[in-house]
């Protein structure tokens, strides 16, 4: 067994006020430890009866009227591992995403592209026993948000990542191979070294694509050591 000791260059600093809301995010004080306590460790969990059919399928699982999701249709797949590159399995995953026009179903929202009715935004999955997931999507639309006078997010789908508690979650986001507008966010801007942003950046994987039917991004999420993930809830380095 190897220690791993976190790289805490590895994730950005707290505050970086190109990101404008990490300015009322960031610590003012210095940080405390905070023990977890039995209850935090030990539940509530989810059971893996809860999770529906087509929970991973985002094309139809809020369809209505037998309509599917309007764009381009992708499989993302990939697997959950640790620092030693062993399978996780059994992991709860979740994710959201901008519909392809890049526009949220949410009361928030403020941009113009129309919402899709057959499209929802949100599902989930459970790695198996090779630590292995896979959905199926739309690529979601690149869309402009409030930070500076006109700042656009790159395409991109949200991870969360369930451990065996409930106090157990990381967070993190996938973006898609090729894509210009990347290296221009300021939230991806705010990650200090390039080869953290490239494991965030999904391969475009040919093989694994369905003739007529969808293109496949392959994205593994690595839970610590040297080739952790840049998860974005983990900024202080706990
Ligand atoms: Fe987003």
């Known amino acids: 067994m190897s220690y791993f000791p976190r790289d805490r260059a590895w994730h950005p600093p707290a505050l970086t006020p190109s990101y404008k809301t990490s300015v009322l995010r960031a610590p003012q004080q210095a940080l405390l430890s905070m023990p977890t306590t039995a209850s935090e460790e030990t539940g509530p969990v989810f059971g893996h009866d809860l999770l529906g059919p087509d929970d991973n399928d985002l094309i139809r699982n809020f369809r209505r009227a037998g309509g599917e999701a309007i764009g381009q249709r992708i499989v ?29 179903r949410h009361k928030n929202e403020g941009y113009r592209a129309a919402l899709d009715p057959n499209f929802g935004g949100c599902g989930r999955t459970i790695t198996d026993e090779r630590g292995a997931y896979h ?22 789908i949200h991870f969360s990542v369930f451990g065996h508690a409930f106090a157990q979650r990381l967070v993190t986001q996938m973006y898609f191979e ?17 080869s953290a942003v490239e494991q965030l950046v999904a391969a475009l994987d040919r093989q694994a694509t369905i003739p007529m039917d969808s293109l496949a991004y392959k994205f593994d999420i690595v839970l610590r050591g040297r080739r952790s993930t840049m998860f974005e809830n983990r900024m202080e380095g706990n």
């Open 178 to 194: 090729g894509d210009p507008m990347i290296w221009q966010c300021p939230i991806v801007r705010t990650i200090p070294d390039r």
């Open 76 to 104: 993302v797949y990939g697997r959950v591992l640790d620092e030693t590159g062993r399978p996780v399995p059994g992991t709860l995953l979740e994710f959201w995403q901008a519909n392809a026009g890049g526009r949220y």
């Open 135 to 156: 959905f199926r999507t739309v690529k979601p639309g690149a869309y402009p948000w409030p930070n500076g006078v006109n700042d656009w997010r790159p395409a991109h």
